[in-house]
């Protein structure tokens, strides 16, 4: 079965800092790998996903993500992190058929942003 | 062009009661899947919906059934309703060729 860990629960960065939010996964062929950021109340925005290629892929926002096999991780990061980038993030991984495949979701990890 | 819109936003229900949610999907969008999202929690699936059947399901009672319609839009229903149903409900469209896009969610209070 798949699952997702997102180890972090909270975390606290200073607005211009940078910011790296971990991921990792449990599947057993080549994953589809996803991040989506919600805003408090709201629902899930893409920020990017992972299907095959380059390992390092760029979303929006100017957020980009590494997929590393060896590690079964798919961390998220940017530079410099904006006051705006205050809400809950979640890593989620697809099941094995094309892109319209179930997504099963890691628990979040909500971001605070300190001016 | 719009993108995944649900209905209602908020509903408040009564335990043993049955609540029906609305998504209509993206633009170009055939498929349908709806999470739900308790507090605190990521989205788990409930169910998937392609060429108006049930394609896939998650670890969800019986009580959780669905429905799709010709224009691809969907619906959830759940009948005999637990304090535990209380969550954000969320419809996400997606096509062969596009990954799932996420509606707004509708929030369900059970007391």
């Known amino acids: 079965a798949q699952s997702v860990t997102q180890p972090d629960i909270h975390i606290t960065v200073s607005e211009g800092a940078s910011l790296e939010l971990r991921c990792n996964y449990s599947?057993?062929?080549?994953?589809?790998l996803f991040w989506y950021v919600q805003s408090p109340g709201q629902g899930l925005q893409l920020l990017l996903k992972y299907f095959s290629g380059d390992t390092l892929v760029q979303g929006i926002k100017g957020f980009e993500a590494e997929f590393k096999r060896s590690q079964s991780s798919f961390n998220l990061r940017k530079p410099s992190v904006h006051w705006s980038d205050a809400a809950e993030y979640f890593c989620?991984?697809?099941?094995?058929?094309?892109?319209?495949?179930?997504?099963?979701f890691g628990t979040g990890t909500r971001l605070q942003v300190t001016l | 062009d719009a993108g995944v819109t649900q209905s209602p936003t908020h509903l408040i229900k009564t335990r043993g009661q049955q609540v029906t949610l609305r998504c209509s999907p993206k633009s170009g969008h055939d498929t349908v899947s709806w999470y739900q999202q308790a507090l605190g929690q990521g989205p788990q699936f409930i169910f998937q919906?392609?060429?108006?059947?049930?394609?896939q399901r998650g670890n969800f009672p019986d009580r959780f059934s669905g429905h799709q319609f010709p224009n691809y839009s969907s619906e959830l229903n759940v009948n005999a309703l637990l304090l535990g149903d209380s969550a954000l409900y969320l419809c996400?469209?997606?096509?062969?060729?596009?990954?799932?896009?996420f509606g707004p969610g509708t929030r369900l209070t059970v007391l």
């Open positions: 919906y392609y060429e108006e059947e049930e394609r």
């Open positions: 989620a991984v697809g099941a094995d058929f094309g892109t319209a495949s179930k997504l099963t």
């Open positions: 599947y057993g062929a080549t994953p589809y």
């Open positions: 996400a469209s997606s096509s062969t060729v596009d990954t799932q896009y």
